[in-house]
């Protein structure tokens, strides 16, 4: 594997695991594709660290079972916003 994408899977998995962050926001704060987060995160990071790919696995497996809650979050917040703006009256 190459030094570079080992790197990156270290660093991904530290900072998904530093912040709790999901895979959007971490594939948005490296600048890489969500395919790319969970290829190195469900593939490479095992081989690599496999007691730090059990932590993000948890987090993973956490944001999974939790999108649901924050996605009907931001539907509300969004319909908020709209009965509030004076456009939408």
Do not use: W
Not at 16 to 37: E, Y
Not at 50 to 73: D, E, F, I, W
Request: hydrophobic share 35%; glycine share 6%.
């Amino acid at each position: 594997m190459d030094e570079a994408i080992r790197q990156r899977c270290l660093d991904i998995g530290k900072y998904m695991i530093r912040h709790s962050a999901t895979v959007r926001s971490a594939a948005a704060a490296f600048g890489i594709s969500k395919s790319s987060v969970h290829q190195d995160m469900d593939q490479r990071l095992p081989l690599i660290d496999p007691t730090l790919a059990r932590q993000v696995g948890a987090l993973l497996r956490y944001n999974k079972a939790v999108r649901h809650l924050r996605g009907g979050a931001a539907t509300r917040r969004r319909y908020r916003q709209s009965a509030q703006s004076p456009l939408h009256s």
